[in-house]
């Protein structure tokens, strides 16, 4: 029986979603989207599900594009369709992460290079090894950060690091990728595994769908006005503020003890 490409694996709340070609470091093939989109909206449509993990088997997360993949091979006329394969693979991907109704971890666990970069990038939390790294490849190929790449690098690092990085593609370290505000957190390859399972529990034991909402909230504002953020506010308060994880909260607090959210 042939591995799959994703593999699933589902403890307690946390739905784990591991990108599964370690031989290729976990580069994407047409297949192996199908599997990851598949697998994230089986999670977002499972109320049991209150946090998804993403991360990479073996010694990389994930190396980006299969350039070998038969999905990126010339079409009739000789030339290849690059835009083709983003319309149907990569931006669903990003627009589908950003949509999750629970938090998105990423654990970066080596090389995320290319789209691999940017697919983390999408998640809501990402945290690497210390020997992880990131790299924005494309320029070795004569193309433009991708899948995300050119609306996460600036607002995450700023203008002048995020064209630093697309235009020579070198090497970034985790550190200095947390240094830069690129990534939540890097910590020693020893201590990734218990650290994101500390956090996906924590996640997984909060109110999600007021994390939901925030997600939603912090995504807006990029494009917002002021007006427009404040209006938004308003409004998942609202929603909020009918929910049973609220009230569960405020009782909560009012009974010093501490809370049992259901993501209701």
Known sequence: MEEPLV??????????????????LNSFTGEMHGELRAALDAAAADDAVRAVLITGAGRGFCAGQDLNDPGMAAGADGKPDIAAVIEKNYRPLALRLQAMPVPVVCAVNGVAAGAGANIALACDIVIAAQSASFI???????????????????????????????????KLPAQQAADWGLIWKCVPDVELAPTVDALLAQLAQAPTRGLAATKRALYASAAATLEAQLDLERDLQRELGLSEDYREGVTAFKEKRAPRFKGK
């Open 7 to 24: 593999r699933v694996c589902h403890s307690g709340t946390v739905r784990t979603l591991a990108l599964n070609r370690p031989k290729a």
């Open 136 to 170: 924005q490849a494309f320029c070795k190929i004569g193309l433009i950060p991708d899948s995300g790449g050119t609306y996460f690098l600036p607002r995450l690092v700023g203008a002048a690091r995020a064209m630093g990085l697309a235009m020579l593609g070198d």
